[in-house]
């Protein structure tokens, strides 16, 4: 009996073997084949080649792929201006708000690059506005993007949102020099007083970047020191 139990167990032992032995001749192929997939798929949404984008999202490839940069593949869209894939992404069920290990999402990288396109189309699929933290506007200020946003201020974009330490879109654009968004902001009522941590306001860094003509307008719209 005993020899008889020895050999069944070595026979198990040996199946065992086999089968592990098959499974993972099987998974490697797999493994690399959705590396490959993967690779292509990245690859063809940063080169925007729509139509291959398209052909792999129906193979089953995820639209909220991130690449090794930890970005989503929408974010990478967004910020190179790519419209049809874009597109494409969206109707496949990319997450229109997924941010990026920095916390950016599409719609802060188009408005800080004045995509203003893109921006209206992130919005058309509900692209937050006034989430808590940086704001579209705040990018766009930022980058002295005017026709986004004049466009975001339309779709009752918040001017006085605070992002990270209080700052505000006048502030950025007060920081940038953007002369021109500085008139637009404060024409749809930025206030020119806000304050931000450490007494930080647009008074103040119009006077530290010496732009002289910014720091008068906003005198004249009441900022004080």
């Known amino acids: 009996m005993l020899l008889i139990d020895g050999s069944r167990r070595r026979g198990c032992r040996m199946l065992l073997t086999a089968l592990l032995a098959t499974l993972i001749s099987c998974a490697a192929p797999a493994t690399l084949h959705a590396q490959a997939l993967f690779d292509r798929f990245n690859m063809a ?13 129906a193979r089953g490839m995820d639209p909220n792929t991130v690449d090794l940069n930890g970005d989503p593949a929408l974010l990478v869209a967004a910020r190179l201006g790519y419209e049809r894939t874009l597109e494409v992404l969206l109707r496949a069920g990319a997450k229109v708000n997924a941010r990026n290990r ?9 408005a800080i690059g004045g995509q203003l396109a893109i921006v209206k189309k992130l919005v058309a699929h509900g692209a937050a506005i006034n989430a ?14 005017d026709e986004v946003v004049r ?3 339309e779709a009752r974009a918040k001017v006085d949102a605070e992002g990270p330490n209080g700052i505000t879109a006048l502030m950025m654009a007060v920081r940038g020099g953007h002369a021109n ?16 941590e450490n007494g930080a306001s647009a008074l103040r860094w119009a006077q ?3 732009f002289d003509s910014i720091e008068k307008e906003l005198r004249e719209r009441g900022a004080r020191e």
């Open 45 to 57: 949404v940063a080169a925007d080649r729509t139509d291959e984008v398209a052909a792999l999202l």
């Open 102 to 110: 920095f916390g950016d999402s599409a719609i802060l990288v188009a």
């Open 132 to 145: 808590d933290g940086w704001t579209p506007l705040i990018y766009a200020a930022t980058g002295g993007r």
């Open 151 to 153: 466009y975001l201020l």
């Open 181 to 196: 968004t500085v008139s637009l902001l404060l024409a749809k009522g930025a206030s020119a007083n806000h304050r931000g």
């Open 208 to 210: 530290r970047g010496g």
